[in-house]
């Protein structure tokens, strides 16, 4: 089970770290993912970033790149998504998701919940 926390409303040039707790598994055997998909007809999800299992390799969509930072803390069974200097475009449903066997799949097997980001002043 994937459980994502830290959404919320933040201005344009603000900070928001979003969590997502994984149970039942020992998060150390994943690749894990963040996706988000923006409000609107027509929007499809999107990968934000990606992080191995072991933790050696990441990749941000060019948009993010610079300003969100993909962690993981596999003592704690956590993953994190800390996003900086956030803009009214990143406004969106966050999904936190992890693959067992391959690194930043598009369509991982498990999927938190989401949880809303919203960008606005």
């Known amino acids: 089970q994937l459980v994502e926390s830290g959404g919320d409303l933040v201005q344009p040039g603000g900070s928001l770290r979003l969590s997502c707790a994984v149970s039942g598994s020992s998060l150390e055997n994943y690749n894990i993912a963040w996706f988000r998909q923006a409000p609107g007809p027509g929007k499809e999800r999107e990968g934000v970033s990606c992080i191995s299992s072991d933790g050696a390799r990441t990749d941000y969509k060019d948009s993010v790149e610079g300003r969100f930072t993909i962690s993981r803390e596999n003592a704690k069974n956590t993953m994190y998504l800390q996003m900086n200097n956030l803009k009214p475009e990143d406004t969106a449903i966050y999904y936190c998701?992890?693959?067992?066997?391959?690194?930043?799949?598009?369509?991982?097997?498990?999927w938190g919940q989401g949880t809303q980001v919203t960008v606005s002043s």
């Open positions: 998701a992890v693959d067992p066997s391959t690194y930043c799949s598009r369509k991982p097997p498990y």
